[in-house]
């Protein structure tokens, strides 16, 4: 059974940092591509980061420069770092995976974490 448990989240000063992590079971990171998303209130899920199976990584234009994904294969966890933010990143945050390739559209990923929630404040 694939599972994803996301960690990390919190209220934060703009301006702040704060990193997510999330551990996959039930599936090898080496062979999946993980992705962060985000969900603001009556707001569509949208791409965060992504990083394939190949180590190929992904940004979505909100947050290019100031975060950052990474993966350690051996704890089988990806983490999202994240710098300088906003109150516009204020999100529930989740972690999926794909089994083939995925990009930055939900279906493209199979299963997904419960959530963390960051809260950015001004």
């Known amino acids: 059974q694939v599972r994803l448990v996301e960690s990390g989240g919190g209220l934060v000063q703009a301006g702040g940092s704060l990193t997510l992590s999330c551990v996959l079971s039930g599936r090898t990171l080496s062979t999946s591509t993980m992705g962060w998303f985000r969900q603001a209130p009556e707001k569509e899920r949208e791409f965060v980061a992504r990083?394939?199976?190949?180590?190929?990584?992904l940004y979505g234009n909100s947050v290019k420069g100031r975060f950052t994904i990474s993966r350690d294969i051996a704890k089988n966890t990806v983490f999202l770092q994240m710098n300088s933010l906003k109150p516009e990143d204020t999100a529930v945050y989740y972690c999926?995976?794909?089994?083939?390739?995925?990009?930055?559209?939900?279906?493209?990923?199979?299963?997904w974490g419960q959530g963390t929630q960051v809260t950015v404040s001004s």
């Open positions: 999926a995976t794909s089994q083939y390739y995925g990009g930055s559209v939900v279906p493209e990923y199979d299963y």
């Open positions: 990083v394939g199976s190949s180590g190929f990584i």
